[in-house]
Structure formats: C-alpha cells, structure tokens
C-alpha cells in the first residue's frame, strides 16, 4: 500500500531527524539493557515509588471536589446526624466526597491508604540500606536524599490529615500550634504567620492545601527523579555471590524481565491498597464533627508515622524555665523539636561517621550482611525499639482503659523503658550478630550435620557431616569486616589533633573490636580483597 509505506518512511525520518539532535537511541539502548538485582528486598523501594504513583492519581481526582475555604454554611447533605449543623466548607466538601461524589469514599480510602504504605515503604527501604551499608561511598548523596524524603513525606501526611478540618485534625493542628509556639523567642511569631493570628484562625487549612497539593508532591517528585537517576548512573548494590563483585552487577535486564516484574508490583500495590479502601476503614471524619476548640476527640490517635511525636510529647514532664524575658516550655521544646532535630541530625550524617571511624575513601558495592556489622546492625534494631516505645506511649490512655491500669505508673514505666529498652535490644542483637558468626565458623571448619551416626573400629559412635556448597561457603567468606584504627601517638601533632585522633580510634574499636575470625589462607585473602573492594582501597576479612 502506497500510503502506508510513505507515512512509515516519514515515521521513520522523523525519528532518525530526533535522534540526529537528542541521544535518545542511546539512551533508550542503555536503559533497555540495565541490569537489576534480583533480590525480593531490592523492591521495598518500588513499593515506595508505586504508592506515589497511586497518591499522585488519587490526589488529584480528589482535589476536583475539595474546598480549602474555612467559610462557614450548614450542612444539607446525604450524612443524616450532621444535617443542620454549622461546618466549614473544608468538612462539608470532604463530607460531600464521602458520601455524595461517585466513588468518593473509596477514592478517599485509597489515597489515605497510599500516604501510610508510603511512609512504611520508605522507611522500610531506608533501614534496608542501613543494615546492608549500601549508603557508603557512592552513594552518600542518594541517602541524603532518601533521609530528605522520610521528613518531606512525614510533612505531606500530616499536611493530608489535618486539611479535612475535623475535630480530629483540628486537635492534631492545635498541638502542631503548640510545638511551633515552644519554639524560644520566634516561636509565637512563627505560629502567629502559620495560622494567620491567634488559633485556630481562618488560614491554616487554606495555606496547608497549596502545601500539600503543589509544594511538596512538587519537592518529593523532583527528589525522587533525581535519586532513580542516581541509583542508574551509580549502579545497584548487590548481595554477595559467586560472580558478583564491586565492580558488576548481576541481575535481570530491565526489558523484558524486570519491567514485567516491576509492572506485576504496581499492579500488585494498587490491587491491595484498593481492596484496604475497600475493607478497612481509615479516618471517619463524620464520626468525629467539624472541629471546635471547646472539644477534643477521645482516644484520638494520629497516623503511625507521627505516633512517635504523641509519644514523646506525653512521656516529657511538664516543665518551663524562663530566661532573659522569655519562657521556655521544655514539654514540646524537647519532645517534639529537640529530639526529632537530632534523630534526623544522625540519619544525614551517620554515613559520614562511618567513613571516619572506618578510613574507608572506596567505593563500596557490595551489600553486608547486618550479622558481619554488629554494631551497626545493633543500632538500627535499637532505633526500632526506640520508636516502638514512643509508639506505644502515645497511646498510653487507651492502653490504661484497655488494661484497667494506672495511668502515672503506665507513664513512668514507658519512661524508664524509653531509655531501658534500646541498650537491651541493642545489646541482645549485637549478641545475636556475633552468636550467628560463630555459628557460620564452626559450619566452616566441622561441616553440617547429615543426620547419620556412624560406628568406628574401636566402636564408638560419631556424628557425620559432610563440606557446605561452594555458595554458601562463597557468601560466609566474601563479606567485609573492617580492623579498629590505631592511634599513632605521634607527640608531634598538636593537642586537639591527638586528642581528635584518641577519640577516633577509641570509637573505630567499640565498633570493630568484637569479631569472629573465619578461617582462611593468604591465598583466599587476596581472593576476598579482590572481589569486595571498589577501585580505590581493598579490604577484606
């Protein structure tokens, strides 16, 4: 057909004439043949995209039918028990989409859904890569990053839950009013511009819906494209293996493999957070009333991502100090500004630490595995029981009426486990680290265990093993285990410098002084140098 093959041969010249001016022949060759690790722990970051994707869908088919106004009318609509009662049109038009809208109510349920797997995924995705120390060098911008898109996404949440202006938000906006205002000295001008005056004022939902719709859905995208471009150009990490080094990768190739899985797992997120919308409801605005400042909900709990600030903000004691003029209140002071300050200050510096205590300056693309790093390892499972403690106490009224037990002694019990409870946990799992090392030790040098007995010639009975698989025995030996740093005691440094390096050194030992030495020859040492180490500086067990 003749018109056929002109509008081919013009189809054709175009593309050519495209890319003739932009590489996109080369890049589409790159990206077609990228290779993925196939590793199910390397999707927890996936599932974080894949909810974005969802919440970014569902947002904006929700924002067609929200009004941010705080104008006041009187509701008319479908929800019986609320006709007649005065509300601002941010709750009736969030009413209007529950009840009113065509599949609002679930497209609602959905998007709530989406912001808490999200928030799930990335922290899940965050402590992956912490365990397994693939946020070493190269990679220390794309942590940052990653950090930067927890607190983003904390803030997106909170933005989302407090914009339908019910009582339940409204108490959450009524404590955020008050962490703002302990703030010394800007405190009360940094709340006074949020809310437009004295609270609960008729600005803050209108200013928060900007914020939750364009600010920052537009930050966390631009974050997000520019970290997938750094996970390309940098290469994955990958879990040690026999053929895999730092300087591969070994996987699936994007197309056709790992699109067709990468696909099946969106369909796969979306699919479940519409059966949750479905089944399990979240956030029943109606149950709680348009917000007014005489009344708070009762046993209100917040998302699980801000739990942890209820739970602090309850454990503080209530006290205040004035100071030149000013007062103080160390209650959200310390709860709610101090101590999420520093545990963000830690995340963005921690892989800066390492590097130090380490000496470590190569490239690292070989994941570890969390029982080779005690200490690091300990440390992620004690920020988790941290967390779950907080956790806990923010819903410490609600456990005392479930329980019928005393609140003070829940409290001052939940206190003492606030600071009891890591340093056991921590303990225990640098314990558990080591306990599985030696294990791997005594696997190495005895064998496994086959499950026969066999008699002797002088007519004993001795268990048989037998050698483990090259695999296993390959993954036990290949990983990494850094030495302490010394201190040089070199009398001709300056004070602060020897006193700098004593600190180093002291610290490198606490992190590294506790291993269990596998049994391996010279020859086999250079074998694991080889295989682990980025182009810049070997080591290995």
Request: net charge positive; proline share 8%.
């Amino acid at each position: 057909m003749p018109g056929s093959k002109r509008r081919t041969r013009a189809v054709v010249r175009g593309a050519e004439a495209l890319d003739a001016r932009l590489p996109l022949g080369e890049i589409a060759k790159g990206a077609v043949r990228k290779v993925f690790p196939d590793h199910w722990s390397f999707l927890l970051g996936e599932l974080a995209l894949y909810s974005f994707v969802v919440l970014l869908l569902t947002g904006v088919y929700l924002s067609f039918f929200f009004d941010p106004s705080m104008r006041e009318s009187v509701y008319h609509g479908a929800y019986g028990p609320l006709r007649g009662v005065r509300m601002s049109q941010a709750y009736l038009s969030t009413l209007r989409i529950s009840f009113d809208v065509r599949g609002g109510l679930l497209i609602r349920q959905v998007h709530h859904w989406a912001a808490i797997v999200f928030l799930a995924a990335i922290g899940a995705h965050l402590l992956r890569v912490f365990l397994t120390g693939a946020f070493r060098r190269p990679r220390e911008l794309n942590w940052t990053i990653g950090v930067t898109l927890f607190a983003l996404s904390t803030l997106e949440g909170f933005a989302g839950y407090s914009l339908p202006d019910d009582l339940l938000s409204g108490t959450g906006l009524r404590i955020a009013q008050g962490i703002v205002m302990s703030v010394p000295v800007v405190g009360t001008y940094l709340a006074f511009f949020a809310f437009g005056g004295e609270f609960p004022g008729l600005d803050i939902v209108p200013r928060l819906y900007p914020v939750h719709i364009l600010l920052v859905p537009g930050l966390l995208l631009g974050l997000i494209t520019v970290h997938l471009l750094l996970v390309v150009h940098l290469k994955h990490t990958h879990w040690p293996g026999p053929g895999r080094t730092g300087r591969n990768v070994v996987g699936l190739p994007f197309f056709p493999q790992y699109l067709a899985k990468s696909g099946g797992l969106f369909l796969l997120v979306f699919g479940l957070l519409a059966g949750l919308a479905a089944v399990a409801q979240v956030n029943p605005i109606w149950m709680y009333g348009p917000y007014r400042p005489d009344l708070v909900s009762t046993g209100s709990q917040p998302d699980w991502y801000i739990g942890f600030l209820e739970g602090s903000l309850r454990l503080m004691p209530g006290t205040e100090t004035r100071l030149w003029g000013h007062t103080v209140v160390w209650n959200p002071f310390v709860a709610a500004v101090l101590l999420p300050g520093a545990f963000f200050t830690v995340l963005y510096a921690y892989p800066f630490f390492e590097r130090w205590i380490t000496g470590d300056t190569g490239e690292r693309h070989l994941c570890d595995r969390p029982r080779d790093r005690p200490v690091r390892t300990g440390l992620g499972a004690a920020a988790l029981a941290w967390y779950a403690v907080l956790l806990l106490a923010g819903a410490q009224d609600v456990l005392a009426f479930i329980f019928a037990v005393p609140l003070p002694e829940l409290t001052w019990t939940l206190r003492a486990a606030f600071f009891v409870v890591p340093a056991v946990v921590f303990w225990l799992t640098r314990r558990l680290c080591l306990a599985l090392q030696d294990q791997e030790r005594e696997l190495l040098t005895g064998g496994e265990e086959t499950g026969l007995v066999r008699q002797g010639v002088e007519g004993g009975f001795h268990p048989e093993s037998r050698a483990l698989p090259a695999d296993e025995r390959y993954v036990m030996l290949v990983g990494e285990q850094p030495r302490p740093l010394q201190d040089d005691h070199d009398p001709t440094r300056p004070l602060p410098q020897r006193a700098l390096k004593r600190v180093r050194a002291a610290v490198s030992s606490w992190y590294y002084r506790d291993r269990v030495p596998y049994p391996l020859t010279p020859e086999q040492h250079a074998e694991i140098a080889e295989v682990t180490a980025g182009p810049d500086r070997p080591s290995g067990r």
